[in-house]
């Protein structure tokens, strides 16, 4: 039983395309897979920011062999349905035997094909997938015609160690990858799905989401503990931003006391929406005055330039939200009902102001 690895590595994908890009890799390369004959034990496939990753299990070397029989009109049929049958099959009628069924005799053409390679097979199989992957936007980059998500930068292919010679936007398949753009860029040999995991994880690179996940809620709790703070729960945000690296680095930075007088939600929604930014909270469960950050690179400093870079930052938001929140404190909210009557909800139901409108809405709630 063979094993099959392909990585397609490219610029940053975009993280809410990660997981349907996983799921359409996978679908695409195993209905080929079927369609071709080939059976096989298991497949799994993996994103991280920069690349796209499916394992294969249980191949065969090569397709079955298949006889396959068709029954054609009878002897003595008119020449025309018979020619038909003929070019229908590919065969002479010398090739086709005779059998007699119910007192009547037909003609049979027996076809029989050897199976291919299954590594020939694939080769078909992922350059169809390459160019038919349904990527919600996509672009095209140099002189090329091919289009990807981002530009496309190295394809590894490999079945049983073995390169599978498949080629798209102008890479052919080869048997090295590249780890952590910064951390380890250089090239690295693999021979199979357990030491391409291995050695990427040495090249700074977890392939499993869910493993950078479950670190980058560790690490954050962690070092919010060390703060004596708690870290707020926020399961939407840790599933993105465990899309928007490949190797997590936790790090705490504070928030300047200033701002500390906006409401809570103000806060979150601004570090949240803008910057992936946790939040966290004191004994009492009130808001904390400190951040965590997920970096995707580890520094000499121990992350203290990316931390002030990232404070930095956050004054700036949390600055622009201040300033609305103080404006919209400036007028009551009964004070506001007025501006409504400018509003036209729809030109037969008139204003949002208008009582006969509100109860026409609340009608068609």
């Not at 392909?6 to 890799?25: G, K, N, T, Y």
């Not at 006391?257 to 939600?265: A, I, K, Q, R, S």
Request: net charge negative.
């Amino acid at each position: 039983m063979a094993e099959l690895l392909l990585e397609l590595l490219s610029e940053e994908i975009p993280a809410r395309m990660q997981a349907r890009a996983a799921d359409d890799l996978k679908r695409l390369v195993t209905a080929g897979l079927k369609d071709a004959g080939l059976e096989f034990q298991s497949a799994e496939a993996y994103v991280t920011p920069r690349r796209l990753t499916l394992v294969v299990d249980g191949l065969p070397e090569k397709q079955p062999d298949i006889r396959e029989e068709k029954r054609g009109p009878q002897i003595g049929a008119p020449e025309k349905a018979v020619s038909g049958f003929l070019k229908s099959v590919n065969l002479t009628l010398d090739q086709c035997e005779r059998r007699e069924i119910k007192g009547k005799t037909y003609y049979f053409a027996v076809i029989e094909k050897q199976g291919r390679d299954t590594g020939e097979v694939l080769a078909e199989i992922i350059g169809e997938t390459l160019g038919a992957l349904p990527w919600p936007k996509s672009m095209r980059w140099g002189a090329g015609a091919a289009r990807w998500v981002r530009p496309l930068q190295g394809i590894l292919c490999l079945l049983d160690g073995k390169i599978i010679k498949v080629g798209f936007a102008e890479i052919d398949a080869g048997e090295t990858i590249r780890g952590h753009r910064f951390l380890a860029p250089g090239e690295i040999k693999v021979k199979d799905f357990k030491d391409y995991e291995a050695k990427l994880k040495k090249a700074k690179v977890i392939l499993d989401g869910a493993e950078r996940r479950a670190k980058i809620e560790r690490d954050a709790r962690a070092l919010a503990k060390k703060a004596g703070l708690t870290l707020k729960a926020d399961e939407g945000l840790l599933d993105e931003v465990a899309g928007l690296v490949e190797w997590p680095v936790a790090l705490i930075g504070a928030i300047d006391e200033d701002f500390m007088t906006l409401p809570p939600d103000v806060l979150i929604t601004a570090m949240r929406s803008h910057q992936k930014y946790f939040a966290l909270e004191d004994a009492n469960g009130a808001m904390a005055p400190r951040f965590i950050t997920i970096a995707d690179n580890e520094t000499r400093d121990g992350g203290k330039d990316i931390v002030a870079g990232n404070e930095r930052v956050l004054r700036a938001r949390l600055a622009d939200a201040k300033f609305f929140w103080d404006q919209d404190r400036k007028r009551t909210l009964e004070s506001r009902v007025a501006d409504l009557d400018a509003m036209v909800f729809s030109a037969k139901l008139g204003e949002v102001f208008d009582d006969q409108t509100l109860g026409s809405l609340g009608e068609k709630v």
